[in-house]
């Protein structure tokens, strides 16, 4: 999968099937247009296209007005997004940067400097509440009219639902807020995921060893960064680790600002193995490429006086992820032995 900031590159196919849209978190309405958007590809012999926009439209709106309760949680970093147009078979993807410049273009020109002639669409897939251009003017009638009148196809998916509910960003965001972590599953289609490279943290695992003798070892943590102030889900969690070692490793994470122990309000997701892989020895995560999923949540973030007392609340979490892992685990065996007796 290629991608590109803007249009402006030599490389960007000179023709395209394009579809539009934030895609933040790539559920499974998502997983359908772009089902859709590659079938019609492959028909008209175009490479499928997606163009998305960071920051996000209502992020930029926020800032501006200056009023950051507006701006969406966000569910996926941009790495994880493009992650995932990537597993769904998606040959391009544009990102355009949302700035003063792109909110006040007109809808018709939108169409003609962007669609047209910036990216040669051919074929245009939209949901069915999309809107574009300047004070948000243009819907799927000024699109399709434009359409038959300068050469490209326009169709219009409507909603996508799974057990009665309407799949949506929204709705996403609204089960992690809650931690309902099944239902954000049920949702994406997979269980709800953040990925990034192991960076250096507070190494906080030894201001524990000081408070609690013993604890370093136990409390050893990986640490990805968040790049949004406003994660969708926010919390403890039981998690399983991908790509730290041969197979998957579960442990407990947090994944908020640490409110005991800094006052920065960075986002930040703290991972602890539950069993440290021996082979890593104590520094060898620092730079891998991680992929976390968060399964379960135990509880909210909480500000605890001083360490001990933040060592005693870890010792539980622990124990708490450990027998939800435990009894997942043994659920996982029991149906795939259910499944072979089956087949059998």
């Excluded at 803007?6 to 934030?22: D, Q, V, Y």
């Amino acid at each position: 999968m290629h991608v590109f900031r803007g249009f402006h590159h030599p490389g960007i196919a000179s023709e395209c099937a394009l579809t539009i849209g934030n895609f933040d978190g790539v559920h499974r309405g998502h997983q359908a247009m772009l089902a859709l958007l590659r079938s019609e590809a492959r028909h008209r012999g175009l490479p499928s296209c997606v163009m998305s926009f960071e920051p996000h439209p209502r992020d930029y709106f926020a800032a501006r007005l200056g009023k950051p309760e507006m701006a969406p949680a966000r569910i996926a970093t941009l790495r994880d997004k493009l992650g995932e147009l990537e597993r769904c078979g998606i040959d391009q993807v544009i990102v355009l940067r949302f700035d003063e410049r792109l909110s006040s273009l007109p809808a018709p020109d939108f169409i003609d400097k962007v669609l047209v002639q910036g990216l040669g669409a051919r074929y245009v897939l939209v949901g069915d509440d999309f809107r574009f251009g300047a004070k948000r003017q243009g819907d799927y009638a000024t699109l399709d009219a434009a359409g038959r009148a300068k050469g490209f196809d326009v169709a219009r998916m409507m909603s996508y639902e799974v057990h009665g509910l309407r799949v949506s960003s929204s709705a996403v965001r609204e089960a992690l807020a809650a931690g309902r972590m099944e239902a954000a599953a049920a949702l994406l289609g997979r269980p709800y995921s953040i990925s990034g490279h192991v960076v250096h943290g507070q190494k906080l695992g030894r201001q524990l060893a000081e408070s609690a003798p013993g604890a370093s070892d136990g409390f050893r943590t990986l640490n990805l960064r968040f790049n949004h102030d406003k994660p969708a889900a926010q919390g403890i969690f039981a998690v399983r680790v991908h790509g730290l070692a041969d197979g998957p490793v579960d442990g407990v994470a947090s994944l908020g600002v640490r409110p005991t122990v800094e006052d920065a309000g960075r986002v930040l997701l703290e991972v602890h193995c539950l069993d440290w892989p021996a082979e890593l020895g104590p520094d060898g995560a620092y730079g891998k490429l991680v992929r976390v999923e968060l399964l379960h949540k135990l509880r909210d973030e909480a500000r605890f006086d001083g360490l001990p007392a933040l060592t005693e609340a870890i010792r539980q979490d622990v124990e708490q992820a450990r027998a939800y892992l435990a009894q997942e685990a043994a659920s996982y065996v029991k149906v795939s032995r259910q499944t072979t007796r089956d087949r059998i």
